[in-house]
T-cell receptor, first 114, second 113 residues
Framework: GENVEQHPSTLSVQEGDSAVIKCTYSDSASNYFPWYKQELGKRPQLIID?????GEKKDQRIAVTLNKTAKHFSLHITETQPEDSAVYFC?????????????FGTGTRLKVLA | KAGVTQTPRYLIKTRGQQVTLSCSPI?????VSWYQQTPGQGLQFLFE???????NKGNFPGRFSGRQFSNSRSEMNVSTLELGDSALYLC????????????FGEGSRLTVL
């Protein structure tokens, strides 16, 4: 069946360094790729997303890249800060007939060390 | 605008019992989906409802069921609880703009003893 592999499962970086989280999806029909951030004890929230007709998208310190040929997409966080510490989930989704069907990765726990 | 509200927030059940969880979406949102979150497994899709109809379903056994009411509120039910059903159950709603963004509730944490 369809799946999304996410690596690494845990990531520790020094404050100010960059962090990269990678995901690979299996269903070539996937056309929407969101990233969600879940702080401890809180609900997941969308931080950035990309659609299959775009290769890269940036929003301040975060960026997402998509390689459709390799079925691979990545989240890049630059100049990390302690408040970036959280669990990050990638997802691959197929948008069809007005609905989205999501497959989530297993999550990456990011720790930013002050 | 109030966010997605889930009740109860915490509950403890024993094996064999059944449980019903409730989700009230953001006002105006008509799509509600449910996810099971467990350590190491991430977010696993249970089902999605739109206008009282189940639109998509994940790979969970028939013990997991749901429904949606005319006011878009949704419930999910798990019967004959097993230890492995212990998890955080998240509900999410999506808006009519259909951007794809999921607005999650804070979840219902179920512990099965």
């Amino acid at each position: 069946g369809e799946n999304v592999e996410q690596h690494p499962s845990t990531l520790s970086v020094q404050e100010g360094d960059s962090a990269v989280i990678k995901c690979t999806y299996s269903d070539s029909a996937s056309n929407y790729f969101p990233w969600y951030k879940q702080e401890l004890g809180k609900r997941p929230q969308l931080i950035i997303d990309i659609r299959s007709n775009v290769g890269e998208k940036k929003d301040q310190r975060i960026a997402v890249t998509l390689n459709k040929t390799a079925k691979h997409f990545s989240l890049h966080i630059t100049e990390t800060q302690p408040e970036d510490s959280a669990v990050y989930f990638c997802a691959a989704s197929i948008q069809a007939s007005g609905t989205y069907k999501y497959i989530f990765g297993t999550g990456t726990r990011l720790k930013v060390l002050a | 605008k109030a966010g997605v509200t889930q009740t109860p927030r915490y509950l403890i059940k024993t094996r064999g019992q059944q449980v019903t969880l409730s989700c009230s979406p953001i006002s105006g949102h008509r799509s509600v989906s449910w996810y099971q979150q467990t350590p190491g497994q991430g977010l696993q899709f249970l089902f999605e409802y739109f206008s009282e109809t189940q639109r998509n379903k994940g790979n969970f056994p028939g013990r997991f069921s749901g429904r949606q009411f005319s006011n878009s509120r949704s419930e999910m039910n798990v019967s004959t609880l097993e230890l492995g059903d212990s998890a955080l159950y998240l509900c999410a709603s999506t808006g009519t703009e259909n951007t794809g963004e999921l607005f999650f509730g804070e979840g219902s944490r179920l512990t099965v003893l």
